[in-house]
């Protein structure tokens, strides 16, 4: 009885002590995750409901680049160079994308479609409207020339470039979102570049420049 009881007891002990294991790297892995991600850490590896763990909106990082320096307020321009680094990054699936398929033509779109994953080949003849991002600062602004970033995802949609031969139809994406940790590791690391690049003559780019 005594040696049965002993075994007993070491073999609690041992499954505690691997609970009690698990249950601190459960907590280190939200606690980093957190740090790394700026968000709650549950969001990150759990994932809020009926939500990607790791998604954020394009009307929201390109508010997140404004606060690193974009200054999109001051020149709207950069909307533009912005959404241009991001079909790169998109083409070179180096930035996981979602939106919802919609059609480009208003007498054939239906209500939304559920939110997918944006394949890399449809950057190579689309891009996202990055100048529909910045928007009028309203009539008391209009005489200084203010602007604000547009808030409501859906209406930021892709669009085909110009003289180019889209392999996916009449189709578009709009409610675009990205992978949060690839889009704000690129906006540190390689956003940067692309400052400037539409008034360098990026093909198939209008500028806000002109009329």
């Not at 990150?44 to 990082?61: C, K």
């Not at 680049?65 to 999109?72: H, K, L, R, S, T």
Request: proline share 6%; hydrophobic share 45%; glycine share 12%.
């Amino acid at each position: 009885m005594p040696a049965r009881f002993g075994r007993g007891t070491e073999a609690h002990v041992t499954v505690a002590g691997a609970v009690g294991t698990a249950g601190v790297l459960l907590a280190l892995l939200l606690l980093s995750a957190a740090w790394a991600g700026r968000r709650p850490g549950w969001q990150i590896v759990f994932g809020p409901p009926a939500e990607s763990a790791n998604r954020i909106a394009l009307t929201e990082f390109y508010a997140e680049a404004c606060d690193q320096g974009w200054d999109f307020p001051a020149d709207r321009q950069l909307a533009l160079d912005l959404a241009i680094g991001l079909r790169d990054a998109g083409l070179a699936d180096g930035i996981e994308m979602w939106g919802r398929r919609c059609r480009t033509l208003a007498a054939l779109r239906g209500s939304a479609a559920p939110l997918q994953r944006i394949p890399a080949p449809f950057w190579k003849h689309h891009d996202i409207d990055g100048l529909r991002m910045v928007l009028p600062g309203g009539a008391a602004d209009a005489a200084g020339g203010s602007i604000r970033l547009e808030t409501n995802n859906f209406l930021i949609r892709t669009r085909a470039l110009p003289n180019s031969d889209p392999d996916f139809g009449d189709v578009s994406y709009e409610d675009i979102h990205l992978n949060y940790l690839q889009a704000t590791g690129w906006l540190q690391t390689g956003a940067g570049r692309y400052r400037g690049i539409s008034r360098r003559g990026f093909p198939g780019q209008a500028s806000a420049d002109r009329p």
